[in-house]
């Protein structure tokens, strides 16, 4: 499988996967799993191959049940609650359970945590990987928003925790372990990336294009892929882009709403999952008044890399005047990182989010098949940028390539509301990036 992603991989070059120490991690791990029959293990290390590349789209995909034990074992613990650090660099516990052992030793939602098992909390953190299913981070800031609870996830049978108490005095705690960790990290993550789905389940809203008033003057696009009808994606592809017929449906949905009343826009695309970027560039034409090249198809030589066929945003500029936030998160990857990318760029546009979008756009195109119905995906067709470099992945700095304009403060109030245990045991969670992104445009956007 390295040898085949060694020759065939196609960001090697850019972000420089050491093979080597994969191979030296890795291989005798195998040899051990293979000899004791460990099937779960098996599956694990190619998880953790995989998350090495620091590419959402490259990793191994697993058969649910199988999927399942690995999340187990990467999750193993669970102390009765989990971590986030705030804005002003403090570290809080979150998803606390009021009657188990952290709650009987003082420690509720909003507790400060000094240290973890002996050793400062912030230098616990960083030591802390994102390893599990599901988990690549291309982007380092974003893993390093997701590390606190990762750790609140590792230890022994027990942890000793330092803390402070409602009065201010540092208490201590050996908190037992409860179980496996999978829950409470699962939910964590649920709150910070998923909201916005299980609110589209909530409402009954299944469709890759939804449109609604959020209030009296703003509206909001819910984007979920970058695909609208099979055959005119494809004719896109082919015409350098263009796709007017998915202009025109954008169009009539911002329409629409200002039939309402809309003086302002909300465009989600949180968990936008990819697809085609000329879909991206169809919606991005009617914010822009200038021809850009979106990306090209290209292919790298012993002379670097090199640009074959260019695809263009094709400017028609209605809404170009309209003041708008494009709300992103960790989960939006692919073609919805250039959709990020282009709208952000756009002068009426804020990208705001708690994390960033996932900060990759390379072409899937390699799978190796291996034991136990197991995948390994990885992408082989480069999409490069007018500079003639990867158009968004990140290098082998891991440093965000889309920057956000307006990145949502994680401050302690909103903390307990977003990581709230019952809330998030309810699925009933609070939309606080809507929220927060509707307040801005009222602020920001008073028309005149």
């Not at 403090?90 to 098992?117: R, Y």
């Not at 469709?207 to 003057?217: E, T, Y």
């Amino acid at each position: 499988m390295l040898n085949a992603m060694k020759q065939e991989y196609c960001l090697n070059s850019w972000k420089k996967p050491d093979y080597d120490v994969l191979r030296r991690d890795c291989l005798p791990q195998l040899a051990e799993a293979e000899n004791t029959g460990d099937r779960t293990a098996y599956a694990r290390i190619l998880i953790e191959a995989g998350c090495r590349f620091y590419d959402s789209h490259v990793g191994a995909e697993l058969p649910y049940q199988t999927e399942r034990y690995v999340c187990d074992v990467l999750a193993v613990r669970d102390y009765g609650f989990s971590m986030i650090r705030l804005d002003d660099g403090s570290v809080i516990a979150v998803l606390t359970e009021p009657d188990s052992a952290p709650g009987q030793c003082g420690i509720h939602d909003g507790t400060v945590i000094l240290s973890w098992d002996g050793r400062e909390i912030n230098e616990a953190i960083a030591q802390t990987e994102c390893i599990y299913p599901g988990c690549a981070f291309a982007v380092k800031s974003n893993e390093d928003v997701y590390r606190p609870a990762f750790l609140a996830a590792m230890g022994g049978d027990s942890v000793t925790v330092t803390f402070l108490d409602d009065s201010g005095k540092e208490q201590t705690a050996v908190l037992p372990d409860l179980g496996y960790g999978c829950g409470r990290l699962e939910s964590f993550c649920s709150a910070l990336d998923y909201q916005a789905e299980v609110l589209a389940n909530q409402t009954n809203d299944f469709s890759i294009h939804s449109a609604r008033m959020l209030d009296s003057q703003c509206g909001c696009l819910r984007i979920r892929k970058e695909h609208y009808e099979t055959v005119s994606d494809h004719i896109a592809l082919v015409r350098d882009g263009y796709d007017p017929k998915l202009t025109e449906f954008y169009a009539g949905q911002i329409e629409a709403l200002k039939a309402q009343g809309m003086q302002y826009l909300v465009i989600d695309i949180r968990n936008n999952s990819g697809g085609f970027n000329c879909c991206a560039g169809a919606l991005v034409s009617l914010f822009t008044d200038q021809k850009k090249l979106l990306s090209s198809f290209g292919y790298e030589d012993r002379n670097g890399y090199h640009n074959k066929m260019d695809e263009y945003i094709f400017p028609d500029g209605r809404y170009k005047d309209l003041p708008a936030v494009v709300l992103v998160n960790q989960k939006c990857m692919s073609a919805g990182d250039a959709l990020a990318k282009y709208l952000g760029a756009c002068e009426n546009v804020t990208l705001m989010g708690y994390t960033a979008s996932s900060g990759i756009n390379q072409n899937i195109g390699g799978y190796i098949y291996l034991p136990d119905g197991i995948c390994m995906r990885y992408p082989v067709n480069l999409s490069l940028s007018e500079e003639g470099v990867p158009l968004i992945d990140t290098d082998e700095t891991r440093e965000n390539r889309i920057p956000l304009e307006a990145v949502i403060p994680m401050t302690e109030e909103r903390a307990l509301q977003l990581f709230n245990y019952r809330k998030v045991l309810d699925f009933n969670f609070d939309d606080t990036e809507l929220e927060y992104a509707v307040r801005y445009l009222e602020q920001n956007s008073i028309p005149e």
